[in-house]
């Protein structure tokens, strides 16, 4: 019989029996160990699901060697999600775990509705009393460790088993959330509206999801229809599912942006998380949509030192002439020990605009006064060029490289959707940026970075969490649901991944710059 043995930071001890073809971070995970671990899932770019072997240790691999160096190597330590869970002895170290954010907006208490924004990465909530948001908070989605984007996480979901794991995960923590609240605001949930990309959606009900894994990706559910998740919580009105891989977030995001408002179109609406979804509305009664997959960096995830947004973690940096300042989600934090995606848009921007970084993502010598400081920075980490940030921090090449890959995404979804609405950036009146970004981003950040074209950051507007705003109206609102179950009928779905020509085009737009 397989068993592995964990020692624990703080002195458990701990004896699995891992399932056939697990890798160990998984094993590990599936125990309870690793919760609120925000986990690259095996892309072994975290770092977070580092063990010690106390013996038989297994031979490492080139992403070891790279992210951990060669003297903790020689002491035994690994990457969990590169190693199959055969028998072993490992030690844990204290997880670095994403810490749950929660406001109180107002002392309102009674009888509450809750809304979700279900994202791949992360859960959004608010608690409304009279229709009004009295409390919100947020936290990592506890699938993330089951898969870090929409593919591997459908991948999960392949099996019986594996939908009943991740539905329960979400389930449980919805019951969670709705039990705090409870005590809190002294009242009973009385409704319930989630929204979420297609995939979330799926597994939230349990679906089997072949119509989503493979070509040519179709929706047997579309939402707009109430469901019961369990006996213990209301029933939850999922908003409209507008396309295979655009969800209910958009719906519910359209419903912000447009019920019960004058819109003025034609306007962008970009959602920005794990999976980027882009909505192009010409009038109330025509709209484009596409969706591309950005992978969990916007999130703060699967980056050297990436961070979902909360507590300890740098939101920004600005440039002085005493060099960088880092800015912290929260401002009383002294130990910061990781970036948002934000974070890392913020100081990849910072050194593109001084020349330190080139257009194609290379380290340079900088081309203004501030730029001399910020070069001498650049050095050479475990074998790959990396700009130190301090001590503890630094900014690898192949970090660069992630954000490059999602700035290219963000470009071709939006110069696709141009191109097919006959017009360029300047016939836009608005673009609305919403999800991972909305909140923190820096407009001026993408704009240096090509996220936007020249001149389009003055019609850019930081949306929020659009989809958790819509979905607040969308609890209790019976028109506003009239209005979300009316869009799909609006939309014409542009399918990117599937075009012959998507590989040439992502190369393309591959650098920091607005490619048409």
């Not at 992978?295 to 600005?318: H, K, N, Y």
């Not at 001084?354 to 340079?364: A, P, R, T």
Request: some cysteine; overall charge negative.
């Amino acid at each position: 019989m397989v068993s592995i043995r964990i020692h624990t930071h703080i002195g458990e001890h701990v004896a699995l029996e891992p399932q056939p073809e697990e890798t160990l971070a998984r094993a590990i995970f599936m125990c309870g160990l690793w919760h609120g671990v925000p986990l690259c899932s095996g892309l072994g770019k975290c770092g977070l699901c580092r063990v010690r072997y106390v013996v038989d240790v297994p031979d490492h691999t080139a992403d070891e060697k790279k992210k951990l160096g060669e003297e903790a190597l020689a002491s035994g330590w690994r990457l969990a999600c590169l190693h199959p869970a055969t028998s072993c002895e490992i030690e844990l170290p204290e997880p670095v775990r994403s810490k749950r954010v929660t406001r109180t907006l107002a002392d309102t208490t009674g009888d509450f509705s809750l809304a979700v924004d279900l994202g791949t990465t992360s859960i959004h909530w608010s608690a409304l009393v009279n229709d009004r948001p009295v409390a919100t908070g947020q936290g990592l989605n506890p699938q993330t460790g089951l898969g870090s984007e929409v593919m591997s996480r459908l991948a999960a979901a392949s099996t019986p088993e594996g939908r009943t794991i991740l539905r329960d995960l979400i389930t449980n923590q919805l019951a969670e959330l709705v039990q705090t609240n409870v005590g809190t605001l002294s009242g009973a949930c009385t409704s319930l509206a989630i929204s979420g990309n297609s995939v979330m959606t799926y597994i939230l009900l349990g679906l089997k999801p072949d119509d989503l894994a493979t070509a040519p990706y179709t929706l047997s559910y579309t939402g707009g229809d109430e469901q019961q998740l369990t006996a213990e919580l209301p029933p939850a009105y999922i908003a409209p599912l507008l396309a295979p891989f655009v969800g209910a977030d958009l719906s519910a995001g359209l419903t912000a942006l447009e019920y019960g408002n004058t819109a003025d179109y034609p306007f962008l609406l970009a959602d920005l998380g794990t999976n980027g979804e882009f909505i192009l509305a010409m009038s109330p009664d025509q709209r484009l949509c596409a969706s591309v997959p950005m992978g969990p960096a916007l999130e703060g995830v699967g980056l050297s030192f990436g961070r979902t947004a909360g507590p300890g973690a740098i939101t920004g940096f600005t440039l002085t002439p005493k060099g960088l300042e880092a800015h912290a989600f929260d401002t009383t934090a002294t130990d910061l020990t990781g970036m948002t995606g934000t974070g890392y848009l913020s100081l990849v921007a910072i050194l593109r605009k001084h020349g330190v970084l080139n257009e194609s993502g290379q380290f340079d010598t900088g081309s203004t006064p501030l730029a001399a400081k910020l070069a001498d920075k650049v050095t050479t980490i475990q074998g790959e060029p990396a700009f130190v940030i301090n001590e503890a921090l630094h900014l690898p090449a192949s970090d660069i490289e992630e954000i490059l890959k999602v700035k290219a995404a963000f470009n071709l979804a939006m110069s696709a959707l141009l191109n097919a609405a006959g017009f360029g950036p300047a016939g836009l009146t608005q673009i609305f940026i919403a999800g991972a970004l909305g909140e923190y981003v820096s407009l001026d950040d993408l704009e240096i970075l090509g996220f936007l074209p020249p001149g389009c950051k003055t019609k850019a507007t930081k949306a929020g969490n659009s989809s958790l705003r819509g979905t607040e109206i969308l609890t209790t609102d019976m028109q506003a649901r009239r209005f979300a179950e009316a869009l799909p009928d609006t939309m014409t779905r542009l399918d990117l991944t599937g075009d012959a020509g998507f590989g040439d085009e992502f190369i393309q737009r591959m650098r920091f710059a607005y490619v048409d």
